[in-house]
Nanobody
């Protein structure tokens, strides 16, 4: 089993920045691809970004490309989401997720992920 705990959410003004962290516990963290998803009230879960087990393959949703950066530190068993130039439409609960068996080009699909964190709230004011 892999357990994931997100942190770093909060309230920020439009144009500001936040850095989310997801701490993992369990076996073979380095063997998992990691992803970030978000869900706004009344909206479906939306893919944000993903990173391969090696960190050498990165996938970003068009809505955040150029603003958000996903990274991982396998020595610390942690994945990060650096969010810059935040917009009110970025307001959502942000979830991290881990995928064990997967195809790189399918990492935007929630069904590729085996484990999920509890989520952290990000609110961007106008």
């Amino acid at each position: 089993q892999v357990q994931l705990v997100e942190s770093g959410g909060g309230l920020v003004r439009a144009g500001g920045s936040l850095r989310l962290s997801c701490a993992a516990s369990g076996r073979a963290f380095s063997s998992y691809a990691m992803g970030w998803f978000r869900q706004a009230p009344g909206k479906e879960l939306e893919f944000v970004a993903a990173i391969s087990w090696s960190g050498r393959k990165i996938y970003n949703a068009d809505s955040v490309k150029g603003r958000f950066t996903i990274s991982r530190d396998n020595a610390e068993n942690t994945v990060y989401l650096q969010m810059n130039s935040l917009k009110p439409e970025d307001t959502a609960v942000y979830y991290c997720a881990a995928a064990g068996g997967y195809l790189d080009h399918m990492l935007g699909d929630r069904n590729q992920y085996d484990y999920w964190g509890q989520g952290t709230q990000v609110t961007v004011s106008s």
